[in-house]
């Protein structure tokens, strides 16, 4: 009988998760994006709602996360090839300073915009558990997608020719 009740319980917990899973999902394709304002690595204020009109990337990630190294370069090739419908967001959780993260974008030659989390944004996007965290944002400033842990760049690719 205590077979039957953890089998039920098991049961119910799957069918709770995917119902979760898949409303979130729901949800993401027609939440609006939310606008924050963070400082660049150089100081300036960069307001995510100034790029509304084109498709968003914006992730989330540290300096000493490995799977957030290994997507970073594709995140330069994104911006280059579609720099005219695409902006790259590189939102930065890690509490190393602004000369740390000034020294890894210039050995890792990343070339898009890369702001400092002061907390309160990777709150509007989370729950943000484990990084990397990809939002793909349409032209109308809409989440359209929302990715957990590290991608290939040939799924971004595919999600932003999807919105331009």
């Known amino acids: 009988m205590k077979k039957i009740y953890i089998f039920a319980a098991a049961l ?58 290994e997507e970073l370069p594709d995140f330069n090739e994104i911006q280059e090839e579609y720099k005219k419908g695409v902006k790259v967001i ?38 943000i558990t484990g990084i990397p965290v990809t939002v793909i944002i349409d032209k109308k400033f809409k989440i359209s997608k929302r990715y957990i842990g590290r991608r290939k760049k040939e799924i971004f690719v595919k999600d932003i020719e999807a919105l331009l």
């Open 12 to 69: 119910f917990t799957g069918f709770f998760l995917i119902g979760c899973l898949n409303s979130s999902a729901a949800r993401a394709q027609t939440e609006a994006a939310s606008n924050f304002k963070l400082q660049d690595m150089e100081g300036n204020t960069v307001e995510l709602s100034d790029y509304s009109g084109k498709v968003i990337l914006l992730n989330f990630f540290a300096t000493w996360c490995s799977p957030c190294r």
């Open 90 to 127: 590189a939102v930065h959780m890690g509490r190393e300073g602004k000369t740390h993260l000034q020294n890894f974008a210039r050995a890792n030659n990343l070339d898009f915009t890369i702001v400092m989390d002061d907390g309160k944004v990777s709150k509007l996007y989370g729950p």
